[in-house]
């Protein structure tokens, strides 16, 4: 299994940024899909959610209104599109594959990305 994210860059705030994850060696359509991103103490918090089903999508509170996640099945690729970036946005974002599930948890998914670095300048 792997997936691949692309898309992260230096971006100045109030900009925008389309994040990639194309995903490899699984059946993608079974798998809900989520973006993390780390934090300054090293951990992974909770950014975007989409089920694998219904294609429903959850967010957390810091970004909700400004990231929009999505997927494309055919094209075994989940984006997050973000926009009115702010300097606190920048770090690491991964992408993660949870097989037949959705959730907010880090525990939850099962398969992780090389992670992409988001820059946001003031």
């Known amino acids: 299994v792997q997936l691949q994210a692309s898309g992260g860059g230096l971006v100045q705030a109030g900009g925008s940024l389309r994040l990639s994850c194309a995903a490899s060696?699984?059946?993608?359509?079974?798998?809900?899909m989520g973006w993390f991103r780390r934090t300054p103490g090293k951990e992974r918090a909770f950014v975007a959610g989409i089920s694998w089903n219904t294609g429903n999508t959850y967010y957390a509170d810091s970004v909700k209104g400004r990231f929009t996640i999505s997927r494309d099945n055919a094209k075994n690729t989940v984006y997050l599109q973000m926009n009115s970036l702010k300097p606190e946005d920048t770090t690491v974002y991964y992408c993660?594959?949870?097989?037949?599930?959705?959730?907010?948890?880090?525990?939850?998914?099962?398969?992780w990305g090389q992670g992409t670095q988001v820059t946001v300048s003031s």
């Open positions: 993660a594959a949870d097989y037949y599930g959705s959730g907010r948890a880090e525990r939850r998914y099962q398969y």
């Open positions: 060696g699984l059946t993608f359509s079974r798998h809900g």
